[in-house]
C-alpha cells in the first residue's frame, strides 16, 4: 500500500533562518505531488506541485522554493523565512490519472516563526 | 477559474442530530468532487468522492451526491456523534492538465453531548 511521509512534524524557527520541509511517499511510482499552506483557521492554499522529476510549479509568488530531486521526494525550502510564512504545511500525492482519484496528505507539519 | 463555496462555520449540533454542509463549485469541463476530513492537529483525510453527475459518494455515515444542475456537493449525515467533530473541506479536481485541486475553506463542525 501506499505510504506519505512528511517531516518534521513541528518546527520552530527565527525570522530569517532557512527552512528546509521533506516529503517521500512510498508504494507508488511517478506521482503528481503537492505542497499546501493552511494559515490559522483558513483553507488550504496551494504553493507548489510536481508532475515528474525536477518539474515544478508555482502557485503563489513568495519566498519558499520547491524541489523533486527523486520521483517520490518533495522539498519545501526557503532561504530566509518570514512571520507570514508560519502556518501548517501539508504535503500530498494523486496518481496522475483521469483526474478521478483523490489526493492522500500527509500528517503536516506546524511551523511557527518566532 | 475554479471555485469552491463552502458554508462558513463553525457549525454547532448536538449529538444525534441531522448535518448538513452546503458546497457548492464553478468548474469548466466535469470535475470529480471530494470531502476531506481534518481532525485537530492532523492532515487531511479523504472521507468521500463522487466523479460524475448524480454519483452519490457515501462514507461513514456520510453522504453528498453530485448535483451538475445545481454545482453542488453538500455533504450529510442523519446522526452526528462527538467523534465527528473536525473540519470539513469541500474540494473538486479537474480532469484533464494537472488535475489540480481546488478546496472550500472548511467548515469546523463541533458536537456536543
Known amino acids: 500500500s501506499q505510504t506519505i511521509h512528511q517531516w518534521p512534524a513541528t518546527l520552530v524557527q527565527p525570522v530569517g533562518s532557512p527552512l528546509s520541509l521533506e516529503c517521500t511517499v512510498e508504494?507508488?511510482?511517478?506521482?503528481?505531488l503537492y505542497w499546501y499552506r493552511q494559515a490559522a483557521g483558513r483553507g488550504l492554499q496551494l504553493l507548489f506541485y510536481?508532475?515528474?522529476?525536477?518539474?515544478i510549479s508555482s502557485e503563489v509568488p513568495q519566498n519558499l522554493s520547491a524541489s523533486r530531486p527523486q520521483d517520490r521526494q518533495f522539498i519545501l525550502s526557503s532561504k530566509k523565512l518570514l512571520l507570514s510564512d508560519s502556518g501548517f504545511y501539508l504535503c500530498?500525492?494523486?496518481?496522475?490519472?483521469?483526474?478521478?482519484?483523490?489526493?492522500?496528505f500527509g500528517d503536516g507539519t506546524r511551523l511557527s516563526i518566532l | 477559474g475554479n471555485s469552491v463555496t463552502q458554508m462558513e462555520g463553525p457549525v454547532t449540533l448536538s449529538e444525534e442530530a441531522f448535518l448538513t454542509i452546503n458546497c457548492t463549485y464553478t468548474?469548466?469541463?466535469?470535475?470529480?468532487l471530494f470531502w476531506y476530513v481534518q481532525y485537530p492537529g492532523e492532515g487531511l483525510q479523504l472521507l468521500l468522492k463522487?466523479?460524475?453527475?448524480?454519483d452519490k459518494g457515501s462514507n461513514k455515515g456520510f453522504e453528498a451526491t453530485y448535483r451538475k444542475e445545481t454545482t453542488s456537493f453538500h455533504l450529510e449525515k442523519g446522526s452526528v456523534q462527538v467523534s465527528d467533530s473536525a473540519v470539513y473541506f469541500c474540494?473538486?479536481?479537474?480532469?484533464?492538465?494537472?488535475?489540480?485541486?481546488?478546496f472550500g475553506t472548511g467548515t469546523k463542525l463541533q458536537v456536543i453531548p
Open positions: 500530498a500525492w494523486s496518481v496522475g490519472d483521469r483526474g478521478i482519484q483523490p489526493q492522500h
Open positions: 508504494g507508488t511510482s511517478n506521482p503528481n
Open positions: 510536481s508532475v515528474g522529476i525536477g518539474q
Open positions: 468548474a469548466t469541463g466535469y470535475p470529480s
Open positions: 463522487a466523479t460524475k453527475a448524480d
Open positions: 474540494a473538486l479536481k479537474e480532469t484533464g492538465g494537472y488535475q489540480k485541486v481546488t
